[in-house]
């Protein structure tokens, strides 16, 4: 998968409200985002659920439910949300999908 250099997501923290922040494409930006090893799952339409692989077992708190391949997850700690491209290229969100997003996952 490549990536744009840098791209606008939407981030979620436990008990917090999404907010849109702008991550640096690269593996070691994308995993101080989520505080961890980054896992990078289909989640909703074209969008791409980015999480800490191990934010359970590091006892990370609980956030939010989110579905991973229409399957429902418990994610731990900080994700966030950007969107696949046509190539499979990971791809920053426009307005529209922020809105989207934030009307599903609030």
């Not at 923290?13 to 702008?22: F, Q």
């Not at 690269?26 to 799952?41: Q, R």
């Not at 439910?65 to 190539?87: E, R």
């Amino acid at each position: 998968v490549e990536v744009m250099a840098s791209m606008s997501v939407l981030k979620y923290s436990p008990g917090k409200k999404p907010v849109t922040v702008r991550v640096e494409a690269t593996i070691k930006a994308m995993s101080k985002c989520v505080g961890g090893h980054i896992e990078v799952s289909p989640a909703w339409r074209d969008y791409l659920l980015v999480y800490a692989e191990d934010g359970q077992r590091r006892q990370l708190p609980p956030n939010r439910m989110v579905p991973v391949d229409n399957v429902p997850i418990m994610t731990f700690g900080d994700f966030f949300f950007c969107k696949s491209s046509y190539d499979d290229d990971m791809i920053g969100l426009t307005k529209d999908d922020i809105e989207a997003l934030q009307y599903r996952f609030a």
